[in-house]
């Protein structure tokens, strides 16, 4: 090694160790807080999920095409619901997918009531929106097993730390485009909704909202489909579901049951994504 | 009569160098100066206008020249670095300018509303609720609001659209909206910011129309900002032009044509045609001015074919056409007259150029007389007069 290279490999500036030193920390002192707040999670993701497994699957899959046909009032697409949760329920995986549909609902509608609030935020202060890019980048660029380490130090193993992991890893969609959203607002409707006295709050509910719905509505269809992918790497802390299945055809090179689990996650995305556009198509 | 809009001494520059700027517009300096200096851009310098309420006051300008700019300071859209905006409220003046937020709020709701060039219209409500918007702003409970949108729809000829979205309809039409949401609130002051100009010649011929109409029974008072001097001198009774944030003249429409303040307004009115602005006042020759014969006698014109006698309270008793007696006959039938040659066509002061060309042409270029209200004869106009007038010399 030359010098200059082995000064610097010397002089390590021991990152590492700090961000060690601050979970040691947050371990130390407040590690019953965490796992409080990870059993408490835990126990209503679980209870849930035994809730909808109650249900007859059928019962449960005629449920879901209903809500399909209430969103996009669209019959073909119901049929379409049903049949891809019947597939499901005949290769035997849907306490899997009941388990991964609950993660990924309660992900995505916690990344939007975080993200939403932050993105109109950010757009209204152009000076916390500079503040926030580097974060949310680093929340979406930082490899996922990066964070599963410290997540799973805090939380322990389950459902609430592979909850909180896609919640991490989604927002930075949901802030950005409820961002986009709201900045490209045409400035005429501001304008008038300005020049016939609006309040703050009155420009922001009947002008900027309504206008930025479509873009926001694109963010939650997002947050759904990046809550799905994440969904692999959070069995791999114990989160339950498809992912539990998918990794452990992995470890053991079961070609049949990855490409089963892995079909079953295409069926669901397909499913939500489609029930989830309906906002953007609907009243102009 | 009472004063709607008063704005005194308005200085408008946008940029952070806010003193830097405004000591620089008082040591006179241009919009380029400012701009390479301070790195602000100077909305607009020293505007002093007042409108009066009821009338039509236009902003002219190239784009660029501050009307907008100046417009805006009305309600606020635009922030006033210094001077004073000062809107009538009720019974008493509100100056925009330094009012707090609460006031503009209220103003914004009752007492001025504006209507854009691009409509601003809410693309997702129906043209109802969108009419409605101002009413709903301001609290009206939503029994009340329905009656008036009903009442506004059905005076810009739109209620058979009320559930239809804005976007569904056409441009002219969108814009129907966008007045009709501005009458809603019944706002007494009326800002229109290049309300037509996105609109194609024909419908905006026929909106300028029915402002005109729904004006004269409205009486709003209205600042309306144009690039158009036909516009400007159709509607307007007063105009106002700008150029570089400073306003250059303001005065009636055929103040501005007849006696343009610099060579800035000369090139804005070459093109107008003095025919669509110019009234039989405007080109007459005072009868003070006319040269007088014996016993009463008044020739009309300078070639000394047409004659009036005046008696002593300043009626017509006789009238002669090349030495021979003529009937005088109104400006208003010309059409119906033959062409005979021993007639004289008479005009009120307010008649348009146009009819009294016509009259001449009819009567084989005889005069012109003017007689006021009282049928006193207070001028006439000559041949010379009209073509004087026509050619700005």
Redesign the interface.
């Known amino acids: 090694m030359d010098p200059i290279s082995k000064f610097m490999v010397d002089h390590k500036i021991p990152i590492g160790a700090w961000g060690k030193a601050f979970f040691g920390f947050l371990t130390d002192n407040f590690d019953t807080v965490f796992r409080a707040f990870s059993n408490g999670l835990n126990f209503l993701l679980d209870g849930l999920v035994d809730i909808l497994l109650l249900v007859p699957p059928v019962l449960l899959a005629l449920v879901i095409a209903a809500i399909a046909w209430l969103l996009q009032r669209s019959r073909p697409l119901a049929i379409g619901v049903f049949l891809g949760l019947i597939f499901i329920i005949n290769q035997n995986l849907w306490k899997q997918t009941v388990q991964t549909l609950v993660l990924v609902v309660a992900a995505a509608a916690m990344a939007m009531a975080i993200g939403v609030p932050l993105g109109i935020w950010a757009a209204h202060k152009p000076k916390v929106y500079r503040i926030m890019l580097p974060v949310l980048d680093l929340m979406q660029t930082l490899p996922t097993f990066v964070y599963l380490i410290p997540v799973l130090t805090l939380f322990g193993l389950g459902n609430a730390p592979g909850l909180i992991v896609t919640i991490i890893f989604v927002i930075p969609t949901a802030v950005r485009l409820t961002h986009l959203g709201v900045v490209s607002v045409p400035k005429s409707i501001v304008e008038a909704g300005e020049a016939f006295g609006a309040t703050k709050s009155q420009l922001l509910w009947k002008v900027e909202l309504p206008s930025a719905l479509p873009t926001i509505m694109a963010g939650l269809t997002q947050s759904i489909m990046l809550s799905l992918s994440m969904v692999v790497f959070a069995a791999l802390i114990g989160a339950g579901g498809l992912g539990t299945e998918i990794n452990r055809a992995l470890g053991s090179r079961r070609i049949d049951l990855g490409l089963e689990a892995g079909l079953a996650i295409v069926v669901l995305a397909i499913v939500l994504d489609r029930m989830t556009r309906i906002a953007v198509g609907g009243k102009k | 009569m009472t004063v709607a809009v008063d704005f005194r001494n308005v200085d408008i520059v946008f940029g952070a160098d806010q003193a830097g700027s405004l000591a620089m517009i008082d040591a006179g300096a241009t919009r380029a100066e400012i701009l390479e200096k301070t790195g602000n851009v100077l909305g607009c310098a020293g505007a002093s206008l007042t409108v009066n309420e009821g009338e039509i006051s236009v902003l002219m300008g190239l784009s660029g020249s501050g009307k907008s700019t100046l417009l805006r300071a009305v309600?606020r859209?635009n922030v006033v670095s210094r001077g004073q905006v000062l809107v009538k409220d009720g019974d008493k003046t509100v100056d925009v300018v330094t009012c707090d937020e609460v006031t503009?709020?209220?103003?914004?709701?009752?007492q001025?509303?504006?209507v854009?060039q691009?409509?601003?219209?809410?693309?997702?409500r129906t043209v109802e609720e969108n009419v409605g918007?101002?009413l709903?702003?301001?609290g009206v409970p939503e029994a009340e609001r329905k009656e008036r949108v009903k009442k506004q729809l059905e005076l810009v000829h739109l209620d058979q659209w009320s559930k239809k979205?804005a976007?569904e309809l056409s441009g002219g039409m969108q814009q129907r909206v966008g007045l009709a949401?501005a009458f809603a609130?019944e706002a007494p002051i009326l800002?229109m910011d290049e309300p037509f100009s996105a609109l194609d010649p024909l419908i905006r011929t026929k909106l300028q129309d029915e402002l005109l109409q729904l004006q004269a029974e409205l009486k709003k008072t209205i600042i309306f900002v144009s690039h158009d001097l036909e516009e400007a001198l159709k509607i307007g009774s007063h105009i106002t032009i700008m150029e570089g944030g400073r306003i250059v003249q303001t005065g009636a429409p055929e103040d501005i044509v007849l006696r343009p303040a610099n060579d800035y307004v000369r090139d804005f009115i070459a093109n107008v045609n003095p025919l669509s602005v110019l009234t039989a006042w405007n080109v007459m020759r005072d009868r003070r001015d006319l040269e007088h014969g014996d016993n009463g006698w008044v020739w009309l014109d300078r070639r000394k074919t047409t004659r009036f006698k005046i008696d002593d309270h300043g009626l017509v008793a006789a009238a002669e056409r090349d030495g021979k007696p003529a009937v005088w006959v109104s400006c208003a039938d010309v059409e119906g007259q033959s062409e005979e040659a021993a007639q004289v066509f008479w005009a009120n002061p307010g008649t348009s150029l146009k009819t009294v060309m016509l009259a001449m042409h009819r009567s084989q270029t005889a005069p012109v007389a003017l007689f006021d209200d009282q049928s006193r004869f207070v001028g006439a106009i000559g041949i010379r007069d009209v073509l004087s007038a026509v050619l700005r010399r």
């Open positions: 309600n859209l503009l709020r209220r103003l914004r709701q009752k001025v509303a504006m854009f691009q409509f601003g219209l809410l693309p997702w918007l101002g709903e702003l301001a979205y976007h949401r609130t800002l």
